[in-house]
């Protein structure tokens, strides 16, 4: 499969509307990294981006709101939250 940055970025937006949890996150860019291909024009920041996430159990990285956001960036995404009456 090759890996784009709208697949990256829709993991990201799954992760933080809660649909996928870290550790399904973490593995899912674990597996991407030894056996995907990345996008040849893209694979720079495809690299760089699945590494960080492939990285956010470990206490000393993690993963906050504002890495989900630079990383969204790089992919020339952006974040925004809704708020909405529960």
Do not use: S
Not at 38 to 51: G, S, Y
């Amino acid at each position: 499969m090759v890996i784009t940055k709208q697949i990256v970025a829709e993991r990201i937006a799954a992760y933080l509307r809660h649909e996928i949890t870290l550790a399904q996150l973490v593995d899912w860019a674990e597996n991407v990294v030894m056996d995907a291909d990345f996008n040849e024009h893209d694979a720079t920041a495809l690299r760089t981006a699945v590494a960080r996430l492939g990285v956010a159990d470990v206490r000393a990285f993690g993963l906050t709101w504002e890495d989900c956001e630079a990383l969204l960036r790089t992919l020339g995404y952006d974040a925004r939250v809704e708020v909405v009456p529960a």
